[in-house]
């Protein structure tokens, strides 16, 4: 079957500027989460959604982030007023029970 | 403080050796460890998962976790050039809402 699909692959955006990442997960995976990953470093957690709501949001590093799963299949991962720092690869992950997987990505680049 | 350390390498192996990659983890409640293999510019692909004591073998990949010295480790026979990626450990701890803790991850060269 699909795997999880993430668009766009990659995002430039400028400084202040708003985006979304999308993700949508495996078929009949109830649990979707966020992660961010930097060069060089294991992903970094965000936020974890079972079914429609965000059962863990503890790894948003401000109030510019923010999520949702409005049906529980398909999140987008919203960032307001981005910053450079923001630059990343972000990264969707779906499971059912235990084991996680992970889609391929959104590669941001904030100017 | 990280919660889950490994060494970041490069581990270099000749072709055809084992490669033994090793992480450790906080003293806290664990419940799950995951390996997976990450290629340059590609996502994390899930290779091993582990949750009890001991050994699991799988392939040419062998997970060995030791709770109570709170380390994980992943062996990997017979190495391959094609086996050269960035190795990540993960440890989904108790009450952590099933959320991932990754290392750095340990990059493994395995040369012909």
């Known amino acids: 079957g699909a795997g999880v699909s993430q668009t766009p692959s990659n995002k430039v955006t400028e400084k202040g500027k708003y985006v979304e990442l999308r993700c949508d997960p495996i078929s009949g995976h109830t649990a979707l989460y966020w992660y961010r990953q930097s060069l060089g470093q294991g992903p970094e957690f965000l936020i974890y959604f079972q079914g429609t709501g965000a059962a863990d949001d503890s790894g948003l590093p401000n109030d510019r982030f923010f999520a949702v799963r409005p049906e529980g299949s398909v999140s987008t991962l919203k960032i307001q007023r981005t910053e450079r720092g923001d630059s990343a690869v972000y990264l969707c992950?779906?499971?059912?029970?235990?084991?996680?997987?992970f889609g391929p990505g959104t590669r941001l680049t904030v100017l | 403080q990280k919660e889950v350390e490994q060494n970041s390498g490069p581990l270099s192996v000749p072709e055809g050796a084992i490669a033994s990659l090793n992480c450790t983890y906080s003293?806290?409640?664990?419940?799950?460890f995951f390996w997976y293999r990450q290629y340059s510019g590609k996502s994390p692909e899930l290779i091993m998962s582990i949750y009890s004591n001991g050994d699991k073998e799988d392939g040419r990949f062998t997970a060995q976790l030791n709770k109570a010295s709170q380390y994980v480790s992943l062996l990997i026979r017979d190495s391959q050039p094609s086996d050269s990626a960035t190795y990540l450990c993960a440890v989904q701890f108790s009450g952590g809402y099933n959320k991932l803790i990754f290392g750095a991850g340990t990059r493994l060269a395995v040369h012909p």
């Open positions: 992950a779906s499971s059912f029970q235990g084991e996680q997987f």
């Open positions: 003293d806290r409640v664990s419940q799950s």
